[in-house]
């Protein structure tokens, strides 16, 4: 059977799958409130005005795609600490965690540069008005400032996560988008002699929501006994050449598929945009929904990621294998139950995000092309998880890239475009190029874990 599945009893296997539950659904519930805190800036900027809708869209959307790239860099420190952790080099976990909020900082820097760069040639391509350009400019100057609290946070999430700590992340998280609410409100409509700062209040608000979480995770794991047999995390002993190379060689082709995935559906909005208001506004209304269904097998990945990299820092290669096929089997599961609630709830789900005949009849339809890769999708993201595990990065980044952009953006444009399906063009190359990628995953993942238990035996 396929990762040795019939290896162990039902008796293990429900062990396992708890093991990865536990650690995977306080990350879930993190990630949809560091999500709902986009939602939040999103909805109440709406309520000020259009114009500040616009702005801040644009902005958080640029935002997001530097952010996500640059926190795929600092994924690396979830599978060395683990390894770590498995082999019980408790004293140089402290070292690469240290390390990991030095490439934070570094890494803000260059996203910082870079968003910052961006503002003047992009108000050149907008035509849009003054008032938008002039909280377009403001928006990303201010939000650029919330990239070192969020990477720092990511690389101190992916410290305490990875030694088997998630659930304070997850509370954390949680009263941070609780307060965005009210910070948001302050500041984007001015209270206790404060200005209105419409749609540029809402950057601020983000910069005060990301250092409010990094302060809390920081003291949490400053102080709490449980950290004290790793060391202490510390900028103090500046950088080690060494170790941050160890960290960036394994966390670039993580960064890079990550923008991979991201710029796609990017790129998808760009290239509908001449289809029409209805078809740009029922793709957005579907990405919004896919967002957030995505963060189920991303948590899964992540905590498999977790596992796996333990179970090979205890060199136990065989229980690495099974542990993998126990976490896609969990995936399959969780994405049949998202696929029956998308095609049977989808007019429901769409009307909630609006009223316009057109758009629901869109959106609808589109949804049900979201069920078909919902599989797909889920099995690609949590073996690339496993595959992590391994420190396996490179292949993955290789393997989005040809199906992601060859398949899903360049097939897509000639079916959409040369062919005629319009938008259910795109998301018929979706589907296949999810597909090709999960193949691809699991059987690279196979061989990765096979080729571990095959050195392990000759070692032996």
């Known amino acids: 059977m396929l990762f040795d599945l019939n290896r162990f ?12 539950i536990q650690l995977a659904w306080p990350m879930f519930v993190a990630q949809i409130a560091q999500v709902g805190v986009g939602v939040v800036d999103t909805v109440m900027a709406g309520r000020y005005g259009a114009e500040d809708l616009a702005a801040v869209a644009l902005g958080t959307s640029l935002f997001l795609t530097i952010y996500i790239s640059l926190m795929g860099v600092l994924t690396a420190l979830n599978p060395i600490v683990s390894q770590l952790y498995g082999a019980q080099k408790t004293s140089e976990i402290s070292k690469v965690g240290s390390q990991g909020l030095w490439l934070a900082l570094l890494l803000s820097v260059l996203g910082m540069l870079v968003l910052w760069a961006l503002i003047v040639p992009l108000n050149r391509y907008f035509e849009l008005s003054a008032y938008v350009k002039h909280v377009f400019a403001y928006f990303m100057f201010w939000v650029a400032f919330a990239l070192p609290f969020a990477l720092l946070y990511r690389s101190l999430h992916a410290y305490a996560s990875s030694l088997n700590r998630p659930k304070p992340i997850m509370w954390i998280s949680l009263i941070g988008l609780a307060l965005s609410v009210p ?19 809402c950057a601020l608000a983000t910069v005060f929501v990301f250092a409010f979480n990094t302060i809390c995770l920081w003291l949490y794991i400053s102080l709490h006994p449980y950290f004290k047999q790793f060391g202490s995390l510390s900028l103090k002993g500046g950088i080690d050449v060494a170790v941050l190379k160890r960290i960036v060689s394994l966390g670039i082709p993580i960064g890079l598929s990550f923008l991979i995935e991201v710029s796609l559906f990017t790129m998808i909005a760009i290239l509908i945009a001449n289809l029409g208001v209805e078809y740009v506004a029922s793709q957005q209304v579907v990405i919004n929904i896919s967002t957030m269904v995505y963060m189920v097998p991303q948590s899964l990945g992540a905590a498999l990621s977790v596992c796996v990299g333990y179970a090979i820092g205890r060199g136990h290669f065989q229980r690495a294998r099974y542990i993998a096929g126990v976490g896609l089997s969990i995936g399959l599961i969780a994405s049949l139950m998202t696929v029956l609630v998308i095609v049977t709830g989808r007019y429901h789900i769409v009307s909630l995000y609006t009223t316009d005949a057109a758009v629901i009849a869109i959106a609808s339809a589109l949804l049900v092309f979201n069920a078909v890769f919902q599989i797909p999708d889920a099995l690609q993201t949590i073996a690339t998880g496993a595959l992590r595990g391994y420190k396996i990065t490179r292949l993955p980044m290789i393997v989005h890239l040809i199906a992601f952009w060859g398949l899903g953006l360049c097939l897509g444009y000639v079916l959409c475009y040369r062919f005629n399906m319009g938008i259910y063009g795109f998301w018929s190359a979706l589907i296949l190029s999810l597909s090709v990628a999960a193949v691809a995953f699991i059987i690279l993942l196979s061989r990765v874990s096979k080729r571990f238990l095959s050195k392990y035996h000759h070692e032996n």
């Open 9 to 20: 009893s039902g008796g293990v296997y429900r062990s396992e799958a708890k093991k990865i």
């Open 183 to 201: 910070v948001n409100y302050v500041l984007i409509y001015g209270l206790w002699g404060l200005p209105a700062l419409g749609g540029i209040g």
